[in-house]
Structure formats: structure tokens, C-alpha cells
């Protein structure tokens, strides 16, 4: 009632200007968490640390892949099965409430059973006030010792996402997709202002020593160059520690990190479990790609062969 | 005739073995150049580098893009079009000559005259003993604040290349074709071993301090992340010095680099004139594609938006 016969066109102006910038900002929260075999204290892990994300400001939060269990990948089970669920389930039911009672977007990760036979990979968007707003399938699969991935997940066949949110345009892409330039193109391409790629990667301990550095470098410089070619942010969610299976280790590398549309590290996790809290700002997006025009100057006349593999001679 | 009667079958095995090593291996020279307003000088330049990097036992030599001036697209000016040529034209014949005369591999930067009003920014690869193998046009055209290249070059026609040669398949891309993940995946497809960035790019002086690192940083992540993503060697060869037209500056920042495979760097310049010599192992691509196999893995039947700017709603 205050400005009622006293608000001029500057202060209507003003107004409106704070409204709009509060729209182009947000705060967004990573979640580098250590599994154990207990599924439940997973749950309780990963609802402590949204309730710490969202006293630090968090207006979105993302989890790392497959948060609920340890990384069962490492080994090929057909046990291992039985830790599906359906999607809506029971996680999705748990998160939804907590995202309605928080005021928060939730991006999570799940073992989703599609059917018998059919198990998918699976990232899910839940908004503000519960509602599950989709979900995205992992495209690409690995298969590499102690990532039998292939054993478990049908590739998706959902295509490439990007969820409109009251907090921008969030894409979904998931670990090994990462790695994949087309993926973070195709996304870019939906709309996504945000690239996430909740992740559970790691080193073989005996080749830490020899490879280590080099494969983390290249798993950082990937990632910051998805931001750099679609001017995008970029945000990487890892789990971290030792976890064993079939009497063999793997050690998740945390490194979780958030890439603003230029490339810069916004902020970057080391080796234990953090909430790494940051602001994004996507008018950056908007200007970069006004300094940086590669979207004005892609030859779309000229890809099709990318729809192939080599061509032999 | 040493061997005659004497060579056993191991002995047979070891010679065939050092043969085939060889046939993996080569070495590479960037030419890192400073560009005057005399071609005949710049041709000189060229010339003497070129020589001193046949005697650093190099067999495969790059110059950077459009040696043979100033940068010139810095204005736009109409008089600059007799700065072009014809292919075959006066630069190939000289640069055919010298690539006999030494038994190198030669990839050399041209300003093609193709007919009247037709003009493109194009890469040669010239072989051991002279002949020109054929040509690629640059297919992604910048356009910036003295960048003016929109104004004198037709874009590329002739799709994505790989030369094969003696010493190595050669994917020959120029300058701002490097931001374009698209154009890397497809020369590599095309069955490259090395990717070949002949540039010419640089800080606008008011930039330098503010963004210049970031800047730098980007370019050098972009191409280092094309050779992860497609686990080959990347050389990006680029020129240095101030050059100043139409009352403006640009500093051209050099910084040649060679990432591995795996994109680690074999070798970097600074911001002088220098002539880069490393030695190329390819066995090192089979290596990598090996352990991180992103080939295997693409989803050629989900790529289909990348023919496409992004969908409006």
C-alpha cells in the first residue's frame, strides 16, 4: 500500500529491472557425497546435505549418479538387479516431498526398471513444488573393467532434455555422456542454460600413480570445453571415495566443478564429501555468445556424416 | 649383403618390426612466425624456418594461416583482394619446389582467388616430393571487430579433409573452424591422425587485461579437449607480433601447442618467432582409443539435431 499514488515511472522502472535480474540469477547446489552399501543412510546423507544446501541459499540442488548405492557397476551381478525401482517410486516419491517442503529444484539420479529386462540409467527433474517435471535416460553407456555398464542399462531412447524451471533451463546429461561433444551440443541446442552431469568416476589405484593427473585433466578439460563451445555452465556432480567390490578398489575422484560460459572455474571440490554452493548468473550466457558467436557460424550444411561412423575405405 | 644367408627368421621378425615402428612414427615442425607488410620477406622468413626444421629432422612441416601478409582482414578494404592467388598458383610453385628439395611434407596457408568474387582462406598439403595433394577451404568463417573475415571469404565448399600421406593422415582445419567441436570429429572421422589449426588470433590490446588469460585459456582447452575427444594429436600453429591497420592493434599470442592423444602437451611456444620440432608416435592413437573408447560408443542414431539451429518453441 506504501507506494499507492507515489511510485513514479522511474521507480516502476527500478522495480521491474531488480524483477527481472532476480530471474536471470540463481544459486545452485552441488552435492559430492561417499556412498556406503546402506542404501537408507545414503538417503539420510543426501536429505542432510540438501537441508545444509538449502540454508547456504540453494535454489537447485543436483546429487551425483546412482547416489542411493555404491557403484555397483564394479562388478557384473545379476543380484544387483533387484536395486531398480520405477520411476515414479519410492526415491522419487521421498525427493519430491523434500523438493515441495524445501522450495527447491532436485535433480537426481536413479536405477530405473522399466520394465523386466529393460533398466535404464536415469536422471529426473523434480521442481519447486514436488511435480516431477521428466526425465532423461543416459544415451551413451560405458564398458570398461569395474564400469560394466553395458550389463545393466538399455542406452536411453528419450533423446537429448532440457526442463524448463522457474530457475532456468536445466539440462540433463549423465557421466559418460560427458565425454561425448555431440551430447553437450544437442542439449545446448534444447535450450539448457545449465548442463549437469551427475558422475561416479574414479581411478584404478594402480593406474593413479602413472595416469592419474592426466585423466583427471582431461576429464576437467572436456567438461570446460563443452562450456567454452556452447557458451554454457557446465556443472560436474562426482561421488568420492574408496569403494571395493569383487576384491577390487575404485577410487572416486570427487573434483566436482561448475564451468561459467567462458570456461572459468566457478568453483571446484577437492577429495571429501562437500556442498559446493555457487551463483549463476545467466546473463553471462547471453553476452558470451554475443562476444563468442560460434552458434551464429555453425555449418549445419555440412555435419551429416557425423550421423555416421568412419566410412571405410 | 651383409645379410645374405645369415638373416634368421627373429632376425627377419626385428627388421620388420624396426620398419613397422617407423612407418608409426614422425616428426613434426610449427612454424611460430611474425608477419611483415612484404610478402617477399615473409616468404624468406618462411623459407629459412622451414630449412631449419628439415635440419631438426622434421618430416611433416606447418605454416601458419595467411603467412604470406599481414593480417589483413583486420579492415575491410577492397584492394586487399590482390593480395589472393590462384591454386596452383606463384606461393604453391615455391613452396612445391622447396618440399622436393628437402623431402618434406609441407602444409602451407593460401588466400585463394578462385574466380572473380570468389576468394577463400585455404590450407595445402604439398608432399615429399612436390605435389600438391589437394586442398581444404575454410569452412567456418569468423566475423568480429577486426576480424573482418566475412567481408573476403567465401565459406568452404569442399567438406572436411584427411590427407594421406607417408608420414601420417593430415586433417587440415584453419583458426575458428578450432571452436567448432563438429569440425574436429568430422576430419577425424575422415581418419586423421593429426588436426592441423594453422591460425591467426590474438588479444584487441583493450582486452588483453581483463580477459586475455581467459581468453588464451579457452583456445588452448578447446583444442586440447578436440584431441581427447577424438584421441589424436592437435597442432594449432598460430603467428605473433603487434600488427597495427586502420589505426588499431591486434597482439597475435602464439602459444603454438601439440597435444597428445590423450591431451597432454608435447610441446608449447611462447610469444616469440619459433620453430616447435616433436616427435609423433601414432601407435599412441590406437593406445588411447583403446582405453577410452568414445568411438565405440557414439550415438549415431541420436545426432540428428546437430543438422539443425536450435528448434524454436
Redesign the interface.
Known sequence: MLFIGKIGKKDKEEISKKYFDNMKKTRLALIQMKMSSDKEKNIKNAISKIHLAKKKGANIVCLPELFLTNYFCQVEKHSNFNLAESIPGPTTKIFSSLAKELNLILLISVFEKRTSGIYHNTSIVINEIGKILGKYRK????D?PQYYEKFYFT?GDL??KSFKTKKGNLGTLIC?DQ????????TA???AEILFYPTAIGWHPKEKKKFGR?QL??WL??Q??HA??NGIYVAAINRVGIEKQGGKKLEFWGNSVIFDP???VVEKGNLNEQVLVCDIDYRKIDNVRRH????R????D??????????DD
Not at 563468442?292 to 552458434?295: A, D, E, K, R, S
Not at 557460424?297 to 549445419?300: C, E, K, S, V
Open positions: 544415451m551413451h553407456i560405458p570398461d542406452p533423446g537429448y559418460w565425454w561425448f561433444p555431440e551430447a553437450a551440443r544437442l541446442l534444447k535450450g592426466s585433466e582431461s578439460t572436456v570446460r570445453s567454452i563451445a567462458s570456461g572459468n563468442w558467436p560460434f552458434f557460424d555453425r555449418r549445419i555440412s555435419y551429416k556424416n557425423i550421423l555416421k561412423n568412419p566410412i
